[in-house]
């Protein structure tokens, strides 16, 4: 069973920056992709971030953090990361990282499908 863990998370002042990871206890062939979702009280959880974990990268981003927030990995250390940048109170939430095998992209959106695992979540606090 994968275990993931995030770190990374607290806060910040609008306009900051935060960097979150999480590792990975391994890599499992079917799950391609890795990502960050979010999750705030009184909404749906929300992808964020997709990368892929085989091959190259190929990010992808919801429209919401487009610009801002940049995911990378480091599989040697078999991290993810998130760095955030020009954070705003809209960003605050509960953030997960996640393993899967489909990434699915809508209208700006995107979604992983076929989840394998999920971690505990790190709360990340963005005051104005």
């Known amino acids: 069973q994968v275990q993931l863990m995030e770190s990374g998370g607290g806060s910040a002042q609008a306009g900051g920056s935060l960097t979150l990871s999480c590792v990975t206890s391994e890599y499992k062939y079917m799950n391609i992709y890795m990502g960050w979702f979010r999750q705030s009280p009184g909404k749906e959880r929300e992808g964020v971030a997709l990368?892929?974990?085989?091959?190259?990268?190929?990010?992808l981003y919801a429209d919401s953090v487009k610009g801002r927030f940049t995911i990378s990995q480091d599989k040697g250390k078999k991290t993810m990361y998130l760095q955030m940048n020009d954070l705003k109170p809209e960003d605050t939430a509960m953030y997960y990282c996640?393993?899967?095998?489909?990434?699915?992209?809508?209208?700006?959106?995107?979604?992983?499908?076929?989840?394998?695992?999920w971690g505990q979540g790190t709360q990340v606090t963005v005051s104005s």
């Open positions: 996640a393993a899967g095998s489909t990434a699915r992209v809508g209208a700006g959106t995107v979604d992983l499908v076929n989840v394998d695992a």
């Open positions: 990368i892929q974990t085989r091959g190259g990268d190929y990010p």
